[in-house]
């Protein structure tokens, strides 16, 4: 299993393919947020939406096997209730990802050492319109003690982080999420 | 074995943790689940267990021809007369026919019985549905298939596989 990861294989992705661009680059940006700065990563957000998508999924499986266990007309009722719940369910789940996760792609907690005090949370959220080389890279911290929030952002193209195969430059993209971390971190401490 | 584990098209999938490959599987549930819903609704608001079939025979010519999709609706308050054209099974045959009605027996106990084009005795609980409206030549796609079984299966798995593989 240990071989299956490919975590130490530089990674390389299609270049002309924008979600995958955006892919790379938002792990790379959680990598150094996890990694680097040894925040914890809460998933609580993804989970909801696996929650969400499960239950919806469940619903559709349960019509198929009642409507195979008690051929149509029988079935009807049942039937009525699973595509009800499951279109409602698509509903919900399209406004869950509109405003609830909007593109945030990481939550993460920075525990108190003393685990006295709230812990304080660091959010990324990032964008990459079609057709556009920009990627816009969000990060906002909320300070568990005051509620206090604090949020900034940098966009830049992507090629500067791709050479010409499309192998991520992990070295060059990491020192933008420190410094932009750095910035957001002592403004806030200034407070 | 290590082959595969070196294959680029895999590295997508490898870089993945548990939560994203379960979000893989459901994206592809529910792509299945939206196409199966949506033909459950239909079943629901026709009232019938087929409510789209594809005319696999040209014994209906002029009228429709192999290829056509028939719309169908089976509603209980609206009994079926001459003339219109119903989508029945027959024990021992897997596809549904389409003929046109030509007589109506109905008995005092609330048995009815078709002679349709063709000269089938149908009976009401074989009747899938009327047909009230077609698309022609649609369901070409569908008959093709059926005759290259393959054919369509290697479709099913190429699709499949690319919405596995292919993150978001």
């Known amino acids: 299993m240990d071989k299956w990861k490919a975590d130490d294989k530089p990674v390389k992705i299609d270049k002309w393919d924008g979600s995958a661009i955006k892919n790379a680059l938002d792990d790379a940006a959680k990598k150094v947020m996890t990694d680097n700065f040894g925040f914890k990563e809460e998933h609580r957000l993804m989970d909801l939406r696996l929650l969400i998508c499960t239950v919806a999924v469940g619903f559709s499986l349960f019509a198929l096997v009642w409507d195979y266990i008690r051929p149509f007309p029988e079935s009807r009722p049942i ?59 969000k990060m906002t911290f909320t300070n568990g003690k005051t509620g206090l929030c604090r949020s900034e952002e940098i966009e830049r193209p992507v090629n500067n982080y791709f050479d010409e195969e499309g192998t991520l430059l992990f070295k060059l993209f990491e020192p933008e999420v420190r410094t932009l971390q750095g910035r957001i971190a002592a403004a806030s401490k200034k407070e | ?50 409510p789209i079939v594809v005319v696999l025979s040209g014994s209906m010519e002029p009228a429709f021809h192999r ?61 899938v549905g009327r047909a009230r409206g077609f698309v022609p030549y ?31």
């Open chain 1, 79 to 137: 039937l009525i209730i699973c595509v009800l719940s499951y279109f409602m369910l698509m509903g919900v789940l399209t406004l869950y990802t509109t405003y609830m996760e909007q593109n945030i792609f990481l939550v993460a907690a920075d525990k108190d050492k003393a685990g006295l005090e709230p812990d304080d949370k660091w959010e990324l959220a990032s964008t990459l319109k079609k057709y556009t080389h920009l990627y816009k890279l």
């Open chain 2, 1 to 50: 074995m290590f082959g595969l584990m070196e294959a680029d098209f895999l590295d997508d999938v490898r870089r993945m943790n548990k939560r994203q490959l379960y979000y893989q599987v459901l994206n592809f549930g529910m792509i299945v689940s939206s196409a199966l819903m949506i033909w459950k609704g239909l079943m629901v608001v026709t009232g019938s267990e087929s």
């Open chain 2, 67 to 127: 290829g056509d999709l028939l719309f169908l609706t089976n509603h209980r308050e609206e009994p079926i007369r001459v003339g219109e054209i119903v989508v029945f099974k027959v024990e021992g045959r897997d596809i549904p026919i389409v003929h046109r009605v030509l007589k109506v027996h109905e008995k005092e106990d609330g048995t009815v019985r078709f002679l349709t084009k063709g000269d089938n005795n149908s009976r009401k609980k074989d009747v």
């Open chain 2, 138 to 168: 649609v369901g070409i796609v569908t008959i093709l298939m059926n005759d290259y079984p393959k054919f369509k299966y290697a479709i099913l798995a190429c699709l499949g596989l690319f919405v596995l593989l292919h993150r978001e």
